[in-house]
């Protein structure tokens, strides 16, 4: 059985940095696709990050150069910085991870993209305050 466990949530101020871990079991990190998802009560869950096993990496347009996505296969784990944090990036944070690598990088833009992910955590939450 996978098991993706996060953790790294809390409060953080307007300009804050926060850093996300997700730790893998019966899931080799570097494999093929992971990424990053998140999801507040009011929008529907969303494409945040992910990345492909020879490391490329696609963002969220409205995280590129605040956020940085990276995996450690010797740790099996995955990785989230994210920086500079405004209110809008409050939500739940979830690592997925896929079973193939193909189409991982139109998870990100594609209409209910988080449905290519295959194996979920049960989330972190992130709250940012202005």
């Known amino acids: 059985q996978v098991q993706l466990i996060e953790s790294g949530g809390g409060a953080v101020e307007s300009g804050g940095s926060l850093k996300l871990s997700c730790i893998a079991s019966g899931y080799a990190v570097g494999s093929a696709c992971m990424g990053w998802f998140r999801q507040s009560p009011d929008k529907e869950r969303e494409g945040v990050a992910v990345?492909?096993?020879?490391?490329?990496?696609n963002y969220k347009g409205s995280v590129k150069g605040r956020f940085i996505i990276s995996q450690d296969s010797v740790k099996n784990a995955l990785y989230l910085e994210m920086n500079d944090l405004t209110p809008e990036d409050s939500a739940t944070y979830y690592c997925?991870?896929?079973?193939?690598?193909?189409?991982?990088?139109?998870?990100?833009?594609?209409?209910?993209?988080?449905?290519?992910?295959?194996?979920w955590g049960k989330g972190t939450l992130v709250t940012i305050s202005s």
């Open positions: 997925a991870a896929a079973k193939i690598g193909w189409g991982c990088h139109m998870m990100i833009t594609a209409t209910s993209g988080y449905r290519g992910m295959d194996y």
């Open positions: 990345i492909e096993k020879d490391n490329s990496t």
